[in-house]
């Protein structure tokens, strides 16, 4: 079955910026939309941002809205979140995730703010935002 591994998180200053990676090792990803989600301690998961499979269709939470920028590659199997002007409170174990769907992306958007309804999801990374 799918395998995803995120990377590239880590400790960064206030305004700061990180690129995140969510990989497939070995599997084609271009069947499937992908969501990037958080969750920091004590607090509920959260939707950051959500992509279709194409890549021609993208969703953002107002939080990050106008800061992060999700993209893919999917001749490399990856998909990236350019996250910048980072703020303490976008501290949080990041996780992708992935759902099997080729049609319309307004027909799935509703899962972007929870996650519920992805099937495979990564370990997460650790990015934390801190002076």
């Known amino acids: 079955q799918l395998q995803l591994v995120e990377s590239g998180g880590g400790l960064v200053q206030p305004g700061g910026s990180l690129r995140l990676s969510c990989a497939a090792p070995g599997f084609t990803m271009d069947h499937y939309a992908i969501g990037w989600f958080r969750q920091a301690p004590g607090k509920e998961r959260e939707g950051v941002s959500c992509i279709s499979s194409s890549g021609d269709s993208t969703n953002y939470a107002d939080s990050v809205k106008g800061r992060f920028t999700i993209s893919r590659d999917n001749a490399k199997n990856t998909v990236y979140l350019q996250m910048n002007s980072l703020k303490p409170e976008d501290t949080a174990v990041y996780y992708c995730?992935?759902?099997?769907?080729?049609?319309?992306?307004?027909?799935?958007?509703?899962?972007?703010?929870?996650?519920?309804?992805?099937?495979?999801w990564g370990q997460g990374t650790q990015v934390t935002v801190s002076s």
């Open positions: 995730a992935a759902v099997m769907h080729l049609g319309a992306f307004t027909t799935i958007q509703a899962m972007c703010v929870t996650g519920f309804g992805y099937d495979y």
